[in-house]
């Protein structure tokens, strides 16, 4: 019998959204691994049966090349160095079990600075060369949040032969930047970063982010954007999954990896399969007038245009949400710092 799982492969391309190489293990092979600094923190801070780090080794190898590093350079602290190290050899555990990219996101705290955000994926690509020098440069990516600067890093950072992804994504007026700026992926979060943050809190928006999930794909499709794909994220449940069938990269938690694997087709129940990427592509939605003008800001280089459409996106709840991930996210990356700074002092 056909497993959701299977049914989601057949449809799209389904990516593993862990660090945890045993998931990855037992639900894969997958296409491609995403990761960000939440999910680095939560495996890095797990604990075996008596009661150690699981990968404490793994904490003292990158820091020590870290400390290593960190005399070489003056861009990043030895903190950030090492958190990077964590997150890329965490990644590198998980290789074996996908076919296609690793991705591994940018420190929070640089997104609204193009230059620091440049230099940090030139140096989180060239950790994955010297971590493992076998591994070919066209297995890794770079999420990167979607602001006005990150989105302009990802335009230089493509012309240098660098994978990227524009993440924290809300609305088609980031979606079109990164586009222009040539990134592989754009990856529009179905939730708000907060529900996975705040237990019992639920996205008002949320069917509208599905809907705009299918818009961003139908984009690419009308004006023939062959070199950016949708990698739809932050998921909840199932049904959110199984609607967005069809969308041509998914990437899905352990949870509703487990879920999906132990459902049968046969018997579902739950929402229609592909249901939003037919609705947007068969039954209208399509604001051709708003596409235009934001194309228009695009063309012409007006940062701050493009800046004043993006504010009013989504009524400005665009706008809220990538703040609030991006609060989120620098939040866990001190949380990171912090792990390092007391694996300096326990000597690990």
């Known amino acids: 019998m056909t497993s959701l799982l299977d049914e989601l492969r057949g449809l799209s391309s389904v990516a593993c959204d862990t660090l945890d190489a045993e998931v990855a293990s037992r639900f894969g092979p997958f296409v491609d691994c995403t990761s960000n600094q939440a999910i680095a923190y ?20 990158s820091i020590e090349v870290a400390h290593w590093m960190f005399a070489k350079q003056s861009d990043a602290t030895l903190e950030e160095l090492a ?13 074996p079990h996908i076919t296609g990219r690793l991705h ?14 440049i230099k940090n994926a030139e140096r989180v690509h060239s950790h994955f060369t010297h ?5 070919s440069p066209s297995r890794i990516c770079i999420k990167i949040p979607s602001t006005h600067e990150g989105l302009l890093a990802c335009r230089h950072l493509e012309a240098k032969g660098i994978t990227t992804l524009a993440t924290t994504l809300f609305s088609l007026e980031q979606a079109i930047l990164a586009s222009a700026s040539s990134c592989r992926y754009v990856a529009p979060y179905v939730n708000e970063l907060k529900v996975h943050f705040e237990q019992g809190y639920v996205d008002p928006d ?15 499709r009308r004006r023939g954007v062959g070199r950016t794909e949708v990698m739809a994220a932050s998921f909840v449940t199932v049904e959110e999954v199984m609607q967005l069938a069809g969308v041509r990269n998914l990437t899905v938690s352990p949870a509703l990896l487990e879920v999906l694997a132990g459902t049968k087709v046969e018997g579902w129940t739950g929402a229609t399969v592909g249901m939003v990427g037919r609705w947007v592509g068969g039954e209208g939605g399509w604001d051709e007038g708003r596409v235009r003008e934001v194309e228009r800001v695009v063309r012409e280089g007006m940062r701050g245009g493009w800046r004043m459409a993006f504010m009013r ?3 400005g709840r665009a706008e809220g949400k990538l703040v609030q991930a991006l609060n989120l996210f620098v939040e866990v990356q001190e949380g990171l710092e912090e792990v390092v700074r007391r694996g300096v002092k326990q000597g690990l």
């Open 131 to 135: 971590l493992s020098p076998s591994l």
């Open 83 to 95: 958190v990077e190290l964590m997150m890329v050899n965490l990644a590198l555990l998980i290789a």
């Open 313 to 315: 996106a989504e009524g």
């Open 104 to 117: 591994i996101q940018t420190n929070p705290k640089l997104a609204y600075s193009t230059a620091k955000t």
């Open 42 to 61: 939560n495996e890095l801070s797990r604990l075996d049966s008596d009661g150690k780090l699981v990968y404490q080794q793994l904490i003292h190898e």
């Open 206 to 220: 949320r069917d509208n982010s599905l809907f705009l999930c299918g818009v961003i794909q139908e984009y690419f």
